[in-house]
């Protein structure tokens, strides 16, 4: 380890340091913490490699072209056809769908946490959205089968699917509403309450200063929140896999059923797959497009994170 | 009514003016939308809660939990779910939590300030953001398939360990960062090693935050049905795995498979096991916070 604090340096200079032997099992500890620390890179290279070399077999099998601009996704028939983007579009309607619910009710949550609440009120309330959070996603799958779907959805249109994407779009909404609160409230409470009085100062109501002034102040922040809600809601799985439905089909109706990247992959394991069959290699392709899709949404909230720190520190 | 020249001469008006009023009931009423909207999550988990009580509570009785599996719903029980459940996380904290803490450790107290160190932290990040499902696939294509353990406890283990590692290693960092910089520096002044500060001083008084963080991500791993069902969490045993390279089931995994059960009475005993799995994670959870002030209350600065 290449640095060294002042004290370490001070004590080797006053000759404090301790034995040889001290001095070899200090440098072992500070191997093997390095090597726990590197696991992780271990962790990245081993998704990567497995997902990139599985993938590229599934494509000597399938056509990547196919597989990228193909509207047919019917792997588990014989000579089924693998073209992803009905997953992706039915993928990226759950996105959308449960965004129409987590970013407006997160957002106005977190305002009021930030802005009206007292710390009394907070201090209950808050308790129960970190409890929302810690629901295991298998329990809000059973959720949206046995209530959101007979008892919200299928009353107010009556003629919903069996399986329909709004139903698990709603629960997954849900799931996701207390990280949009409480990222984003963290960021509306950095905001300095300089800006705040000034505001009122001028004569603002509390409903201008928090959507003109504090909202716009920290919006770098909001935003992230919200990519990282988005970045959630696409790798969901269990929802999607009980509620959605198992058709792949290019389907923009939320009514209708439709099956998602994760979803079909639950299918796939749940089923007897044979290690090596293209099926099998078509999960690690499904798989690599969907790592990849919420990498890149996690590097743009990080990049609107590291904006946002730089406005106000 | 004061009028002032304006650009169009047109009076503008204060006081008690309509454009004020106006101005101030927006205000009220998005007062109340704003806590209506903190409200929804509170009353969604209401009637979560209520909907799996509702459905559940009947089923609830000492066979549920000695039972094994059953065609029968009358004589289906989650044992030996519960007990692949218990192996698989007793082994997932084995392995995650020293290996967690020592990198926490590692980014904190040793890493220099170089590229090598912002990379890792980077890559941390976002690994805690990658999708369970896809650590699943990393599960199945590293540990069942090319290290050839199949599909068994220890697989199961070993990737819910990477999958808690981030969540870890964030909470453990966030919990040293929290010792004040003057602890360390009295232990070096009387002469400590870089470790014998850590070992003595630093690390006792993070370890609650650590502890707590911990119980948090394994009660999180312990909900996860997705990367179980990919590495092969079979999803009919009967009985309970004696060792880590038997193949087993979990507690998910079970609730999964009678949720998509047509059956009614299936539908009725997974809210029973979901009840029971929240009653783990809320016992889980209540010790976490028991840790947390416990220890809180010792340490001040």
Partial sequence: ?313 | MISVPGVNDEPVVFGESSQVDRRNRTATVFRYIFFASTIFGILALGTLLWTVIDKGWDWLSWGLITNAPSRKPELAGLNSALFGTIWVISLTILMAFPVGVGAAIYLEEYAPKNRWTKLLQVNISNLAGVPSVVYGLLGLGIFVEIMQIGRVVLAGALTMALLSLPVIIIAGQESLRAVPLSLRQAAYAVGATRWQVVRHHVLPAAFPGILTGTILAISRAIGETAPLLVVGAASYIATRPTGFMDSYTALPIQIYNWTARPQAEFKELAAAGIIVLLVLLLTMNSVAIIVRQRFTNKARW
């Fill in chain 1, 1 to 313: 380890m290449s640095d060294e604090s002042d004290a370490e340096a001070t004590a080797r200079a006053l000759g404090l340091t301790g034995s040889a032997a001290r001095k070899t099992s200090e440098q072992v500890i500070g191997w093997i913490l390095f090597l726990c620390g590197s696991l992780s890179i271990l962790t990245t290279i081993g998704i990567i490699v497995v997902l990139i070399e599985q993938a590229f077999e599934f494509f000597l099998e399938a056509s990547p072209i196919d597989f990228l601009f193909g509207t047919t996704w019917t792997a588990l028939f014989k000579d089924g056809e693998f073209g992803v983007l009905p997953l992706v579009t039915a993928t990226l309607l759950v996105g959308v769908l449960s965004m129409c619910v987590a970013i407006p009710l997160g957002l106005m949550a977190a305002i009021y946490l930030s802005e009206y609440a007292s710390p009394r009120v907070r201090a209950v309330l808050k308790p129960f959205l970190e409890l929302l959070a810690g629901i295991p996603t298998i329990v809000y799958g059973y959720f949206a089968l046995t209530f959101i779907n007979p008892e919200v959805v299928r009353r107010i249109f009556p003629d919903a699917q069996v399986y329909n994407v709004l139903s698990a779009s709603i629960a997954v909404g849900i799931m996701v509403l207390p990280m949009v609160a409480s990222l984003s409230e963290d960021s509306l409470r950095a905001v300095p309450s300089a800006l705040r009085e000034a505001a009122y100062g001028l004569g603002a109501t509390k409903f201008e200063v928090a959507t003109q002034v504090v909202v716009p102040a920290a919006l770098s922040g909001v935003i992230a929140s919200f990519i990282l809600a988005i970045s959630r809601a696409v790798g969901e799985t269990m929802i999607v896999a009980l509620a959605a439905g198992s058709r792949a089909q290019m389907n923009f109706n939320p009514l209708e059923g439709a099956q998602t990247m994760t979803a079909y992959v639950v299918q796939v394991v749940s089923g007897d797959v044979v290690a090596g069959s293209t099926v099998y290699k078509s999960l690690f392709a499904v798989g690599l497009l969907l790592f990849l899709m919420t990498l890149l949404m996690n590097i743009i909230s990080q990049w609107f994170v590291a904006r946002f720190r730089e406005e106000y520190q």
